[in-house]
């Protein structure tokens, strides 16, 4: 397959966000190899000389934050989640707006929101355990006649996993109009919308690492979420069509769920360019089940 972008510590990607219901929400950590704030660009005198020492603006704060947008599967469209950088003061709003505006990092996703409507404000209202979405206007209160009724509950799933990765609170999610509770695409949420099972709205592969369009030399570490057969998880680089390296990685688990795998991948035999990272499932079928499901990444190898 196939800006707010920064890859989490090691231990905080095994965890996935991307759990039933009951499970424990995934930490998220910054990478301690990363500057975690973006410098504001200084002001200028139009003239050119201000009089004064030249000095910078405050640097921004930023923190990073899990976003799921919709990719295709053999199983239909399922959830893939993009780790994103987003300014520290508001990151459940920051976070929502990337997804509704499908402002994604690897083209090959999108998202589920059509244009033409908004929310006014996103909150998590701890007293009352629940996520507070407001909606500012009517057009993504109904279901449009070009979306389907699973899309609009995919839809509906995108919000919920996206702002329990970003608070790491397993919390139901209440969309509002006018301060009351009322429906997202038709589903009414007045009673909060849970997160489903991984199983069934997520991708049954997510590469975390490398990120889209990432330079890679010598050995560089390949990681991801997945649910595969016997926790295999098969993964090639192509040129093109050719496969010029392929292997596997291990996941730490199987069948329920999402489990983190990870593996050294060695690109220093290959010529610099650009190719592409696959990771996929075990397909035990031969072909005669749904097929592997993929997610890939543009690499370039210097």
């Not at 424990?24 to 190899?33: I, N, T, W």
């Not at 919308?193 to 490398?210: C, G, K, Y």
């Not at 990444?297 to 210097?302: C, F, G, L, R």
């Amino acid at each position: 397959m196939k800006r707010y972008t920064s890859v989490l510590a090691a231990g905080a990607l095994a965890l996935a966000l991307a759990g039933c219901g009951n499970e424990d929400p995934e930490p998220v950590a910054s990478d301690p190899g990363e500057d975690q704030s973006s410098p504001a660009t200084p002001e200028q005198d139009p003239s050119g000389s201000t009089g004064e020492p030249e000095t910078s603006a405050p640097a921004v704060e930023t923190v990073t934050v899990p976003v799921y947008f919709v990719g295709r599967t053999p199983q239909g469209q399922r959830l893939f989640r993009e780790f994103r950088r987003v300014e520290a003061d508001n990151p459940l709003s920051e976070a929502v707006a990337l997804l509704t505006a499908g402002d994604v990092a690897d083209p090959d996703y999108r998202t589920l929101f059509p244009g033409g409507g908004t929310f006014k404000s996103v909150r998590y209202a701890e007293d009352a355990g629940t996520f507070v979405v407001e909606l500012a206007d009517d057009a993504w209160k109904n279901r449009s006649a070009d979306m389907s009724k699973s899309a609009a509950r995919l839809a509906l799933q995108q919000l919920v996993y996206t702002l329990q990765g970003v608070q790491q609170e397993r919390a139901p999610v209440v969309v509002r109009s006018g301060g009351a509770p009322t429906t997202l695409f038709g589903i009414q949420t007045t009673d909060g919308v849970e997160a489903e099972p991984q199983l069934d709205v997520l991708a049954l592969v997510n590469v975390t690492t490398p990120e889209q369009a990432q330079q890679v030399s010598g050995k560089f570490t390949a990681d991801g979420v997945a649910s595969s057969f016997e926790a295999t998880v098969p993964w090639e680089i192509r040129q093109g069509d050719q496969v010029v390296k392929k292997g596997f990685a291990t996941a730490t688990g199987w069948m329920d769920k999402l489990y983190p795998w990870q593996t050294k991948v060695d690109v220093s035999g290959l010529e610099p360019g650009e190719y592409t990272f696959v990771a996929m499932t075990d397909d035990p079928s031969d072909g005669e089940g749904f097929g592997p499901t993929e997610d890939t990444k543009t690499i370039i190898v210097k």
